[in-house]
């Protein structure tokens, strides 16, 4: 079993939706959860942090975490067609700064 | 604040032959960098972790003697592919820590070997 699973897609929606991106882990030591987004040829840009339990917004975004179930996902409301890119969802046991375990990556597109 | 550059952006070597990838942090000192690998359509793979001054660590199944990391100061770290060959061909993208909750990235290297 992965460390963490993440659906890579291909996901497609329309402008003004509300997506949804999620990723499974397996090990309850990850304690540090975040998500990345990378435009094609770039490196990654960070998103969203967090480390416990609960949901997390910032402008459009919200990272949600459920630690009994190992489950984490981005929600995206009102989706403009700028944030098409992949969104890889990132864990770590001992914080951002150290080692991170990357999922597939989801490739979003948001049709205008 | 907190740039990472990487340079080359992309490179094209013939096989046999060694390229080294620079990464720099510009606006902080870096204690810690990270080495990443990223197929097509694969998400990144930890290559190493270097710490200044120190030697690096590999992932397991990361063979160091081809992938040389030297990490000589607070602000510059460099990835040598030794003897490239066409498997080798990927993306290649460093991270940096200061010793805070985030890694900023590079943009990325893509080296192809022909």
């Known amino acids: 079993q992965k460390e963490v699973e993440q659906d890579p897609g291909p996901l497609s929606v329309p402008e003004g939706a509300i997506v949804s991106l999620n990723c499974t882990y397996s090990n309850s030591a990850f304690q540090y959860f975040m998500w990345y987004r990378q435009y094609s040829r770039k490196g990654p840009e960070l998103l969203m942090y967090t480390y416990s339990s609960g949901n997390k917004e910032d402008g459009r975004f919200t990272a949600q975490v459920d630690k009994s179930s190992k489950y984490i996902s981005l929600f995206i409301r009102d989706s403009q067609p700028s944030d098409s890119a992949t969104y890889l969802c990132?864990?770590?046991?001992?914080?951002?700064?150290?080692?991170?375990?990357f999922g597939k990556g989801t490739k979003l597109t948001v049709n205008p | 604040g907190a740039v990472v550059s990487q340079h080359p952006s992309w490179v094209i070597c013939k096989s046999g032959t060694s390229v080294k990838i620079e990464c720099r942090s510009l606006d902080f000192q870096a204690t810690t960098m990270f080495w990443y690998r990223q197929f097509p359509k694969q998400s990144l793979m930890l290559m190493a972790t270097?710490?200044?001054?120190?030697?690096?660590?590999?992932e397991q199944g990361v063979e160091k003697d081809k992938f040389l990391i030297n990490h000589a100061s607070l602000t510059l770290s460099t990835l040598t592919v030794t003897s490239a060959h066409p498997e080798d061909s990927s993306f290649y993208i460093c991270?940096?820590?200061?010793?805070?909750?985030?890694?900023?990235f590079g943009p990325g290297t893509r080296l192809t070997v022909t």
């Open positions: 270097s710490n200044e001054g120190s030697k690096a660590t590999y």
């Open positions: 990132a864990i770590s046991t001992q914080g951002g700064s150290e080692k991170l375990v």
């Open positions: 991270s940096a820590s200061m010793n805070s909750y985030e890694q900023y």
